[in-house]
Structure formats: C-alpha cells, structure tokens
C-alpha cells in the first residue's frame, strides 16, 4: 500500500470517527523538494500528519494553514518557495518562505473536512419530521429523540431513539430543537438542557418559556444555562403551518451554525416583540 493510499485510509477512519482533519495534496512542484506532484497527507487539527508531502521545510507552513481551514472551513491554496520567488504574489495563493537550502517550491492545496454540526431532536411534534428532513437537507447531522417512533419515521437522520435521552457514545449535539408542544415538555428540555447543546431551540409561546424556566430554576440550574433556550423558536418569517414553522426553525439553527449560538444577534431574534408565537 502506497503512502497516498495510507493517507486515504486514515481520512476514511477520521471523517467515520468525526475528527476535525484537512487533505493535502501537492499540486505542483519544482525542483528540488522531496514532495512531488499528486502525493497527499492528512493533517489533523493537532498537526499528526498522515502520508507524504514534502520534508520538514514544509510542514509549519501546512500545520498553520489547516489549523486556519478548519477554524474557517475554507479551502486555500499555499505556496512554500525562497524568498526570491519570482512568483510570489499571485492572486489566491498564500506563500510562505521556503527555509531549507534546497530553495525548492511546493504548491499545495489544503481542503478541510470538518464534521457535519449536530443538532438534536427532542419530540414528535407535527412540524419535528419536517425539521429533522430539511436540517439534514441543509447539511447537519440529525439526532432525532421521540417516544412512540421509529427510525424510519425519519429517513434522513443518523441517529434515532424512542425516548428524550441520548446514548453516551452519540455525538455530542452543537444545538438542540424540543418539539414536543405539550406533550413531555419538561421531560424533553431536561434532556437538552443536561446536554452540551450550546441553545435549544424550544417551539412554544413566550409564556411557556417563562413558565418551564421558573420550573428550571427551581430546580438549580444557572441563569446562564436557562438563557440557552429560545422560544418561540425561529426566525420570524409569519409562520403558520407545520411545515413552515421547520421552515423557520431551521433557518435559526443556520444561523446558529453560521454566526454563533448564543451571540446578541440570535438573542435578539429569538426575543423581539412582534414574533409569532409557536405552541402554547
């Protein structure tokens, strides 16, 4: 088995494992470097290199842009050349300084693999099927917690259970939805509030949040911990139906995704006046 070959494998068992890693391939090289064109590696956020791409000279200059392609989940073209190079400077291409004697030059392109966020389903609300099928569609990883279902109740999820806690080996959830609308509630925000879930999106009426966080509090969770949920959930496009209430919860868990959960932003969409109230 060849080092590329090698590189490949281990990609395969980090990307089924969810480990935060980039592929890198050697895209062009010039005389003399030791990496050649095609060869590929697998670097993980840590900077454990897996596979070929050149000696020494060139891996801080791979380490520091996969930590950056991971932080931004951006791809980026680097070029590791002699200061003299005379083509430095081009548009799209981060050079860095070639400090080996050889004055070599490696072109390579660094493509990370971040996993697919999670978020976590507590319920079988009407609209809960709806958001567990676009949340997917939309590129998260769906877990889907639902007493009185069953897994093909929700084709695109990865992982099912007939009740509102989740197995210890799952995926820890970045965010959670309860779509229960009166049926286990406090059962359904227990669980996602004993989770990491960084806020939960909770389909119910402002007067219902206030109730379940006064039940909450009493029960000795933190001010901090109780602002994580947001009701009503979503983002306030007039929402009516089943499905466009999923329709705008999974707007706000993109948001959530794409601005960070938590931030003054989403908490002022979550809590502007003139919202529509979901559930009871």
């Known amino acids: 088995m060849s080092e590329t070959d090698d590189a490949l494998t281990e990609l395969e068992r980090l990307r089924a494992e969810g480990t935060p890693c980039a592929l890198v391939t050697v895209v062009r090289a010039i005389a003399p470097t030791s990496g050649k064109p095609g060869q590929k590696a697998v670097v993980t956020a840590d900077g454990r290199i897996h596979g070929w791409i050149g000696g020494g000279c060139a891996q801080p200059a791979v ?6 392609a991971l932080d931004d989940g951006e791809p980026r073209l680097i070029r590791v050349a002699p200061p003299e190079c005379a083509e430095k400077g081009q548009p799209g291409v981060v050079d860095f300084n070639m400090g080996c004697a050889s004055r070599g030059t490696l072109d390579l392109f660094i493509e990370p693999m971040r996993p697919k966020p999670v978020v976590r389903i507590h319920g079988s609300a009407p609209g809960a099927r709806h958001i567990a099928d676009l949340a997917a569609r939309v590129g998260f990883d769906v877990q889907v ?6 897994p093909g109740d929700y084709p695109n999820i990865t992982r099912h259970a007939a009740r509102y806690e989740a197995e210890e080996d799952w995926p820890a959830p970045h965010w ?23 806020a939960v999106a909770f389909i119910a009426s402002r007067r219902k949040r206030a109730h379940q966080l006064e039940h909450f509090a009493g029960k000795g969770y933190t001010d901090e911990r109780l602002a994580a949920i947001h009701a009503p959930a979503g983002v306030d496009i007039g929402a009516k ?21 938590g931030t003054a932003s989403t908490q002022a969409i979550s809590t502007t006046t003139d919202r529509v109230d979901h559930g009871n």
């Open 176 to 198: 959670a939805v309860v779509a229960t609308q009166g049926q286990g509630d406090r059962k359904a925000l227990t669980a996602a509030l004993q989770s990491p879930a960084a």
């Open 145 to 150: 917690l639902a007493p009185g279902t069953e």
């Open 63 to 68: 380490t520091k842009s996969v930590t950056e």
């Open 241 to 261: 139906t089943p499905e466009e209430i999923a329709l705008s919860v999974v707007a706000q868990l993109v948001e959530w995704h794409r601005r960070g959960a």
